[in-house]
């Protein structure tokens, strides 16, 4: 179902801005659940502590990412780390929603993925800003093998993604 948004001369349509207004209102209900959620876990779990949820599969922990996805660049010293990762995640996420805005039709898979996408660039950008780094505290793993430590945010951009990916795999 992919919905006309197209503008009419005087702007956009009624429909159109609810739309709009429903995906933003997304985009912002991810960045407070994530904003939430990590200032419960600063707040009530020391830091590298461990807490099972799923034992085998899945703890909270506390730990704070200075770097990117899967902490890339997190052991680099340069004094102009943050900042650049500041002006690209706005960037980025300043391109994202203006693409969006202009675009003429948009698939509602599409939106609720930019909309997840935007919420969790959102939330990581303001960690950034405000600390210099991200908070992170889900730790699933399965035996020995752990996956990089996530949050709300992370799982927000990655399903976002899967919405865009599948919507692009079964569009015309």
């Not at 506390?62 to 052991?75: E, L, Q, R, Y």
Request: hydrophobic letters at 50%; glycine letters at 6%; charged letters at 15%.
């Amino acid at each position: 179902m992919t919905e006309k948004l197209e503008s009419s001369p005087g702007g956009p349509t009624p429909v159109r801005k609810r739309t709009r207004a429903l995906y933003a209102a997304l985009a912002i209900l991810i960045a407070l659940a994530d904003q939430t959620t990590k200032f419960l876990v600063e707040r009530g779990i020391p830091e590298h502590a461990l807490i099972p949820v799923i034992p085998g599969l899945l703890n909270l922990t506390h730990s704070k990412n200075p770097g990117v996805a899967f902490g890339m660049f997190s052991d680099s010293p340069a004094p102009w780390k943050t900042a650049l990762l500041v002006v690209v995640s706005a960037a980025l996420l300043a391109v994202v929603v203006y693409t969006v805005w202009r675009a003429r039709e948009l698939h509602w898979a599409s939106g609720v993925g930019v909309a997840l996408i935007a919420g969790g660039a959102i939330s990581n950008l303001a960690d950034r800003v405000r600390a210099g780094l991200v908070v992170d505290f889900v730790d699933a793993y399965f035996r020995s093998y752990h996956w990089y430590t996530f949050n709300l945010a992370d799982s927000a951009i990655v399903v976002g993604a899967c919405f865009l990916v599948v919507h692009l795999l079964i569009s015309d």
